[in-house]
């Protein structure tokens, strides 16, 4: 289905009784159509990801570059992570610029007018600021967007998989037509430089992608399964700076304002969980790794994304991997990686991804997206 942008329209939907048709599209079947009206006569609206686009800051640290600052080599970060270099957002350049970058792009390969951007989520674990404004909010001001349903979600590296599933649930439900979803992070404000087993793993960046409609469901969100379990808490965790421990000399004293992590139980717990979450995605879609074109696993590790590929039988050829170029980058790994594979020509249009993530929370989920960008 084509919308049609028409005058701008406050007229009440015929059939619900509300104002939801804010500038006057339109389809064939009636002049003040949205998304909410067109399910409501009966047809079906899939969500669809529509474009991509990602922003790396310009400064890039090195495994050598590393070794000057702690006790650790190229070849010991190479072993155990895959990891070769990460990007480190300047001092003056928040999460919210990041994010704000790369949806410009997303936007602009979309084919939309800003105007027609009608929710915005962010998933970060690096906000601008710690409570108030959310950092999504900080972005709609930038990008020059107002009036619209702004905020953040804190999901840790599941963070996309977690704003891509409130996307879907927005537009399938008639809410929301065009939504702009984020991962974005600043995580080098976070990671203690002097601590080797985490300061090697984490860099800057940012993904965003335009979730749009389509009538086809081979060109949807084709399923997305999230979950968490509080019980692992402590494995990925930054103590203080909350109201359990708020900021305080002896806070900072004691680098509790930094990221912590339990390396070995996050490892193990890792794989098993996503090993489980894919096949369990998998199954209930009756479909096989044969039927996927692109595995795109949370950019941790590579040692991880080796062990889950393995277990379930993707060729390597099937693996998207980033991980060496940018180091993990919590929220902003996988629409990072999707953008990596669409600007290097194997990503097409009508390709089946399955992503699939795991983060502090503990959180993790797994989706099944057809890629719905055309050139």
Known sequence: MSWQKQSYCDQKCNISGYIICRFGYQSGYCRQDSPLQYRLKGFTLYASFKAIGAYVPSKSLTNRDLEKMVDTSDEWIRQRTGIENRYIAAEDEYTSDLGAKAAELAISRSGLAKEE??????????????????????????????????????????????????????????????????????????????????????GDGAGAAIIGTTEEREASLLDIHTSADGAFQDFLITPGGGVKNPCSPDVIDRHLHYLKMKGNETFKLAVNTLTKDVTRILEKNSLSSEHIDFFVPHQANFRIIDAVGRKLKFTKEQVVLTVHKYGNTSAASIPMAINDWYESGKLKHGDLMLLDTFGGGLTWGSALVYFNQRD
């Open 117 to 202: 951007i009608d929710m915005i989520i962010c998933a970060t674990i690096t906000p601008d600021y710690l409570c108030m404004p959310s950092t999504a909010c900080v972005i709609a001001d930038k990008l020059g967007i107002s009036n619209v349903m702004a905020f953040d979600i804190s999901a840790a590296c599941s963070g996309f998989v977690y704003a891509l599933n409130i996307a879907k649930a927005f537009i399938e439900s008639g809410l929301k037509k065009n939504v702009l979803i984020i991962g974005a992070e600043k995580l080098s404000a976070i990671i203690d430089y002097s601590d080797r087993t985490t300061c090697i793993l984490f």
